[in-house]
């Protein structure tokens, strides 16, 4: 799973939470105790938010691994998924400027009258 938000307002505080398991008595439905995160957290005012709702084991799994490589960042190890694409987002920056570059290059040519 990717997820990426951009907020350009004021930014939340990060929340994470857990819920406890419960039985939806309409139909009941057993729901196993979740782990939640809210990255942006709940700000004031009505505004789109993400959620990522995963079981205990999910996120015990997911708090190891971000652990892991956060550990490894800070000794200067880095993935080569997120060396390829820090590479690859550097490259297409590069080309997108370049394209900026020449197609002014033709509207400020001098002219021959």
Known sequence: ????L????EDGVPEVYS??????DADGR??????VVDPVGRPDG???????????GEALVLGRR?????????EGQF??????WRKEVQDRKRREAWNVLM??????SPTDS
């Open 1 to 4: 799973m990717y997820v990426q």
């Open 6 to 9: 951009t907020l350009n307002d």
């Open 19 to 24: 819920t406890p398991p419960w039985t939806d």
């Open 30 to 35: 057993a729901e196993t105790a979740r782990v």
């Open 46 to 56: 009505d505004r789109a938010g993400v959620l990522l709702t995963m079981t205990i």
């Open 66 to 74: 971000i652990t892991e490589i956060a550990e490894r960042a800070a």
């Open 79 to 84: 993935s080569q998924r997120g060396t390829q």
């Open 103 to 108: 197609a002014g290059s033709d509207d400020d």
